[in-house]
């Protein structure tokens, strides 16, 4: 069964690095193209990066701290964060599509303490 999975998340005081992982499962899932969102405590649910080829793009609110990578096979993608700022404080999720279908996964919390 195709599915994504997030892991990684968790407390860290501003200036501390946290990464993340994204697993896509299944013959037919992969994350050649694929997105990072985060939403906020009350927010709506935000664009943070993305691979859409092989150069990665990043918003402007994580730009010079946070960088994506992936494996060889495109089945696992990684979100390193570092310089961790209280804003950075979300649920971060990944997504990928297929056809017509888009995928996510159920989401890592990531708490960002002042």
């Known amino acids: 069964q195709e599915n994504l999975a997030e892991s990684g998340g968790g407390l860290v005081q501003a200036g501390g690095s946290l990464r993340l992982s994204c697993l896509a499962s299944g013959s037919t899932l992969s994350l050649f193209v694929m997105s990072w969102y985060r939403q906020p405590p009350g927010k709506e649910r935000e664009w943070v990066a993305s691979f859409r080829g092989k150069e990665p793009d990043y918003a402007d609110s994580v730009k010079g701290r946070f960088a994506i990578s992936r494996d060889k096979l495109y089945k696992t993608v990684y979100l390193q964060m570092n310089n961790l700022k209280p804003e950075d404080t979300a649920i971060y999720y990944c997504?990928?599509?297929?056809?017509?279908?888009?995928?996510w996964g159920q989401g890592t919390q990531v708490t960002v303490s002042s």
């Open positions: 997504k990928t599509r297929r056809g017509s279908e888009d995928y």
